[in-house]
C-alpha cells in the first residue's frame, strides 16, 4: 500500500547540516533571532524554558522532541529571570563544542542537542504546510529510544558521525510527523491522512498520480457523494482534489526534472499529460518558469 507520508519525506531527503549540545546553569537566556530553516531540540538531561515568538512559553524536561518547520525568533533560558543574549544563527559559526550559558562550572541545569537541516531539494514549503508552527513530542517512547542514540552518537565523536546523525533526525522528524493525529493536526495532508475515508482517496493519487483522477472517481473511492467528498476534502486539507492532485504532480515533476537522463515527455507522461507542450504549459503556470529553465537551475545548484 502507498504511503503519502513516506512519499513525502523520501523526496525531501532531510539531511543535518550541523548539530551542538546546548547546557544552561543558573539565571540565563538567550534569544535567536528569525532563522526561517527547519530545527530541532531534544532535551537530554535537565530542562529549561522556551518561548517561541507567537506562541505560549513551553517548559522543556528530559526526554522532549521539539521540530520546528520555519524556525522564528525564540526564547530559550533557564527559570530565573534574566536579560537574553541574542544569537543570530545567520551569521554565527557553528560551535564545534558544547555551548554553555549561565554559570560555567559545575553541572548544567540542562543540556540538550540542539540543530539545523536542510533537505536535498528545494521543496520545502511541502514539510511547512504539513505541520503546525511549534511540534513539541513528549512521553513517546520511540523518539525517547531516538533522543538516547542521538545523544550517544553526539558524544561518541565516532567516524560516520555525521552521517549516522542526518539519518536519526529523518527517522526522529517522521516520528514527530506521527504523533499528529485527527484534529491536533493542521489543515494539510496530514489531517487528511487522519481521516480514514479521505486518506484512500489521498493513497490512491499518489499510487497512480499519472490517472485521469475526476472528483466523482475519488469521491466513490472514499464513499462520499461528489459535492460531501469535495467539501470534507476542501476543509481538511486545504485545497479543493484536483488543486492536491496538481501540487503532487508538479512535486513530482521538479523531482524527474533533476534527473538528467529523463526526458521531458517521459516527465510530462509519468506525472499525467499527453504530450510535453501540455506539461510544459502547466508547469510554467504552477511553477512560474519552463520546465527546461527549471531543470537547468537544478543542476548549476547541485540538486
Known amino acids: ?42 532535551v537530554l538531561d535537565g530542562s529549561c524554558r522556551l518561548t517561541v515568538d507567537g506562541q505560549e512559553p513551553l517548559t522543556l524536561e528530559a526526554g522532549d522532541f521539539l521540530l520546528l518547520p520555519r524556525t522564528p525568533g525564540f526564547v530559550l533560558s533557564g527559570f530565573e529571570l534574566a536579560r537574553a543574549k541574542l544569537i543570530d544563527p545567520k551569521v554565527s559559526p557553528a560551535p564545534a563544542h558544547e555551548v554553555r550559558h549561565g554559570t560555567p562550572d559545575g553541572d548544567p541545569d540542562v543540556r540538550l542537542l540542539g540543530g539545523s537541516f536542510i533537505f536535498d531539494k528545494s521543496d520545502t514549503d511541502l514539510l511547512v ?28 565523536e565516532r567516524p560516520g558521525r555525521d552521517l549516522v546523525l542526518g539519518r536519526l533526525v529523518e527517522v526522529m522528524m517522521i516520528e514527530a510527523l506521527r504523533t499528529i493525529r485527527g484534529e491536533t493536526a493542521p489543515v494539510g495532508l496530514l489531517r487528511g491522512l487522519a481521516d480514514t475515508r479521505l486518506a484512500i482517496a489521498i493513497r490512491e493519487m499518489h499510487a497512480d498520480p499519472a490517472r485521469a483522477w475526476t472528483v466523482e472517481e475519488l469521491a466513490k473511492k472514499a464513499a462520499f457523494s461528489r459535492s460531501a467528498f469535495f467539501d470534507r476534502f476542501s476543509g481538511a486539507v486545504g485545497v479543493p482534489p484536483m488543486e492536491y492532485l496538481l501540487g ?49 537551475a537544478g543542476l548549476a545548484n547541485g540538486l
Open 129 to 156: 504546510s504539513l505541520l503546525p508552527e511549534v511540534v513539541h513530542v513528549r512521553g513517546v517512547d520511540r523518539l525517547s529510544t531516538l533522543v538516547r542514540l542521538v545523544r550517544e552518537e553526539a558524544i561518541a
Open 248 to 296: 503532487w504532480r508538479m512535486t513530482l515533476a521538479k523531482d524527474l526534472l533533476r534527473q538528467q537522463e529523463i526526458s521531458l515527455a517521459e516527465v510530462a507522461e509519468r506525472v499525467g499529460y499527453s504530450s510535453a507542450s501540455t506539461f510544459s504549459t502547466a508547469f510554467s503556470r504552477f511553477v512560474g518558469e519552463p520546465p527546461s529553465r527549471f531543470a537547468r
Open 1 to 42: 500500500m502507498v504511503d503519502p507520508l513516506s512519499e513525502v519525506i523520501a523526496l525531501l531527503r532531510p539531511r543535518t547540516v550541523f548539530s551542538k549540545i546546548i547546557s544552561g546553569a543558573g539565571r540565563w537566556a538567550v534569544r535567536y533571532s528569525d532563522f526561517g530553516q527547519p530545527s530541532f531540540c531534544t
